[in-house]
């Protein structure tokens, strides 16, 4: 039984349809990604698993569990976390506080715990906890954001364009991070439009156009399709 498994999922806002009757599923211990151009429907698609966008249909299941009707702060409960695009992290909290927040319904030693998994697959972060987050630089809260959202020991980490905005370096250093995620056993959801990058550290691939998915496989079979390369990679 896969980790997330969406049937015909559909988003809408009012009347417009961003996501039109999508299937597709996450293992646990895989990296997917979700290709597609702007406006594709790929942050929707997201926002339709976590919960967050009223208009939502079709099936959910998350560790064997219905989750298509629940609310959000549930779904993340049942540890399926997402990564906020644009990786937003209190400014004014320092890099330990924003991180116990991600933890807050944890005991506190495991908290702990977890805290210390954080600082061991960030060690900057351990070197920066006391300082505010917001002087952190952009890769830096990149790295906050992942671990906050792994202080929920989640099994199933969804992220939206974490490699952004980010200088060279620190994507490289993003895309490791997410290949040390998943090597954990958990599974990563990953959009981006950096395809090139995304594909390298993922197991297979979902191509979506226009609120569909067109084009699925492996991918070194995503990366070898005629369309995608001449429409994503720029070959
Ligand atoms: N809050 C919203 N209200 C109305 N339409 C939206 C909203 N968010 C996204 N859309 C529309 O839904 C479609 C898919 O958008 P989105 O999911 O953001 O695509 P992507 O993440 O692939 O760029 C687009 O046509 C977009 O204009
Ligand atoms: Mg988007």
Redesign the pocket.
């Known amino acids: 039984m896969p980790l997330l498994e969406i049937e015909s999922l559909g ?1 809408s ?2 009347g ?1 349809v ?2 039109r009757d999508i299937s597709f599923h996450v293992d646990r211990g895989e990296t997917v990604c979700l290709l ?10 997201l ?1 339709g698993i976590s919960g967050v966008v009223a208009g939502r249909s079709g099936s959910v299941r998350f560790d064997g569990q219905e989750i298509g009707r629940s609310a959000s702060h549930h779904i993340a409960r049942a540890g399926l976390v997402q990564v906020p695009e644009g990786r937003r992290v209190f400014p004014a909290m320092t890099v330990l506080e924003n991180l116990l927040l991600g933890g807050i319904h944890a005991h506190a030693d495991e908290r702990r715990g977890r805290v210390d998994r954080c600082y061991d697959l960030f060690p900057r972060l351990a070197e920066r906890k006391e300082q505010a987050a917001g002087s952190l630089s952009g890769g830096e809260q990149q790295m906050l954001a992942i671990g906050r959202a792994l202080m929920a020991d989640p099994q199933l980490v969804m992220m ?1 364009e974490p490699s952004l905005g980010l200088a060279p370096s620190l994507v490289e250093a993003t895309f490791s991070t997410i290949t040390r995620i998943r090597d954990e056993g958990l599974g990563v959801l990953l ?1 981006e439009q950096n395809a090139g990058e995304a594909l390298e550290v993922s197991d297979r691939a979902y191509v ?1 156009e226009t ?1 569909e998915i067109v084009l699925s496989g492996t991918a070194e079979e995503v990366r070898k399709d005629p369309q995608v390369k001449s429409a994503y990679l720029g070959l």
Do not use: L
Not at 36 to 45: E, F, H, L, Q
């Open positions: 988003v806002y009012g417009v961003a996501v597609g151009a702007n406006g594709a429907g790929k942050s929707s698609t926002m939206d959009v979506m609120g």
